[in-house]
Structures are given as C-alpha cells and as structure tokens.
C-alpha cells in the first residue's frame, strides 16, 4: 500500500502541495515487477463479445449488421397458435406477438412495404382469420409468397395481401373445417362450423378472384385426399382457379413489391403548393 | 378452439398432458413490460404486455428470448 500512496493522511487544502518537491533525481518509487508484490491483490478482468455461433447456439438467431430495410419480412410458419398453447413439437406463429407488430408496421414511417412468407400447416381459425384480416386493412403494399405450403387457414392469409405469389412446387390444402374439441351432436354444433367455415370462404374469395362456388367445390370434392375430402392445389393449380395471383418466387415477389411501393409513394405524396 | 389443419389431430396435440407448466410473472425487461418465466436458470420471455406497437418490432425481444428482467 505504501507505494501508492500519494495522498495526505488528513485531506490537504487545495491547491495540493507535495511534502517534497520531485526532481529528475527523486525515485519515482514504482516497483520493478509490480505482480510478484504479496500485498496487492489483483484479478485479471477479461471482456468479450459473442462469437456468431454462441449466439446462434443460445439464441437461435445471428445479429445481422444493421441496415434498415424499408420492407418488412413476416414470416407464417408451423401451426398458427391460437388460444390454446400448443405442446412444444409444433412450431407455432405466435398471433399474440404479430397483432401489435402489425400495428406497429402500419404506425411507422420507415417502413414502406411488407412481404408475408407463408410456410404454414394452417391453425386456429381465429388466429389465422386475425392475422388475415389486420394484414389485408394495411394501409402498406403487401405481397405474399407461398413457399412449400399454405394449408388450411393459410388460405385466407395468404390471399390477404395486394398482391399473391405461390412457388411452382408449393402447395395449398382445401379442406372443410372439422370438428375438434368438445363435440355435442346436436343440430347446432353442424350449423356453428358450418358459419365457421362461412367465414374463411368469404374472407378468401373477397380477397381472391375464386368464386364462391369454385372454393366451395374445391373444399367438398373427394376421390383428392387419402383421408379426408377437399382438393390440393399445387402451383399453377391456384393461379389456375383464381387464387393466388402468380406463379413466383422470392425474386418476382420484391420486384412486385418494389413496384406496388413506388406506385404508393406517389399516390401519397404530398403535392406542392 | 377450432384447428384448421390438414394434419392429424393426435400429432398436433401429442404431449399435451406432460406439458410443464413453468409459473409465469409479470416483470419489466429493459423498461417493457413482459411475461417472463424461469425455465430451467434462464428467464425466458413468454409475452410483451406492453401498449407501445414499436417494442414488438424491437430485435431482443419475442416470445422465447433469453432476457434479464428488472428486479
């Protein structure tokens, strides 16, 4: 300790006057190895900042340097958890999280355009018809991509957009609503999923250009499906019967977006006085 | 609660009896508030219960975030 003290016992007044002068010649008293002094006792602090893959092993994700887009990616996968929290082999699109986060997208000004990337095997109906219903009342261009599958409830949301894009592989399932959860067989329980069902037509064919009758054979036809009725729309199949807008990818769907931005830019601005 | 969903019921819903439930609080992470649960040592975020739409764009936090909530 004796080393280092440079200070009065009795704090000084100020200006600070040392006992003695220093000069060229006074020994500045700095040990010589100053680690080998039993006396001090010092811990080595360390930083470091996460390596990529610690991070993408704790976290699942990568930080991505930070460059804002003016496009917003939303990405529909799994099942569409609803009300009821789903056991953890699902991989659930959370509506509770993408509600607000839609809100938020509507609300800020860097944000000019979103594309909706669907990989989903459908889920609740409500939660997939919310998703579908903020997503189509955006003021903001929207294009969805339909990457793999768009089943069920996947329909509405994807067809909730400006504009509809469905990879040439992918595929989207056109099933009735069945009953899950508590059955009573009673007339009433047919007519509420059969208002239900009401429901996800007349989302889709108001935001699609398939007719009501077309969807609705489309959903009762059999000899499709193994073991249920309704119809498997691949590619083509879903431009073909007026559902999706176009066949295309990743690359058509920005270069849409793109346009569908520039033509919502000059539709908003402001004109000069 | 209705599924609609091409896949089997059983698949969806296996497991849902030996789900543990982990009690959840109600806490503030860096100034939101959030639903956070103790999974195992680690808070883990469950829900933001926040009014502000622009903490749902926030890139830290999301349902399943590793966070440190305020004590």
Redesign the interface.
């Known amino acids: 300790m004796s080393y280092y003290q440079s200070f009065d016992e009795v704090p000084g007044i100020f200006p600070y006057h040392p006992p003695s002068q220093p000069g060229p010649e006074t020994d500045p008293h700095r040990p010589e190895n100053p680690g080998d002094d039993p006396d001090t006792e010092r811990t080595k602090v360390v930083g470091k900042s996460k390596t990529t893959m610690e991070t993408v092993k704790?976290?699942g994700a990568t930080q991505v340097p930070e460059i804002k887009s003016n496009i917003h990616c939303l990405t529909i996968v799994g099942?569409i958890e609803?009300?009821?929290?789903?056991?953890?082999?699902?991989k659930t699109t959370?509506y509770?999280?993408m509600i607000?986060?839609l809100?938020?997208?509507e609300?800020?000004p860097e944000v000019e355009g979103i594309v909706v990337v669907l990989n989903t095997?459908?889920?609740?109906?409500?939660a997939?018809l919310a998703i579908a219903e903020m997503i189509s009342s955006l003021s903001k261009p929207t294009v969805s991509v339909v990457l793999g599958g768009g089943?069920?409830?996947g329909v509405p949301i994807a067809v909730a957009t400006d504009y509809s894009f469905i990879a040439e592989t992918a595929s989207m399932?056109i099933?009735p609503?069945r009953?899950?959860?508590l059955v009573i067989g009673v007339p009433q329980t047919y007519e509420y999923?059969d208002k239900?069902q009401d429901r996800?037509v007349r989302f889709v064919t108001a935001h699609s250009h398939i007719t009501q009758d077309k969807f609705r054979e489309l959903m009762f036809r059999t000899g499709e499906?193994a073991r249920?009725i309704?119809t498997v729309l691949i590619g083509h199949d879903a431009v073909q019967c007026g559902l999706i807008n176009e066949v295309g990818g990743v690359k058509q769907a920005m270069n849409k977006l793109k346009s569908l931005v520039e033509e919502w830019k000059s539709r908003n601005e402001v004109p000069l006085q | 609660m209705i599924l609609y969903t091409p896949m089997q019921l059983e698949l969806v819903l296996a497991g849902l009896e030996q789900m543990t439930h982990y009690p959840e609080r109600r806490t503030t992470v860096n100034g939101v508030p959030a639903l956070v649960r103790n999974v195992g040592g680690r808070e883990e975020l469950v829900q933001l219960l926040s009014t502000d739409p622009k903490d749902y764009l926030r890139t830290d936090l999301y349902p399943g975030a590793q966070v440190i909530p305020s004590r």
């Open positions: 704790e976290m099942q609803g009300h009821l929290v789903l056991p953890p082999q699902n959370k509770e999280h607000p986060q809100v938020a997208l609300q800020s095997v459908g889920g609740d109906v409500e997939g089943h069920s409830i399932t099933h609503i009953l899950n959860g999923l239900m996800v499906l249920d309704g």
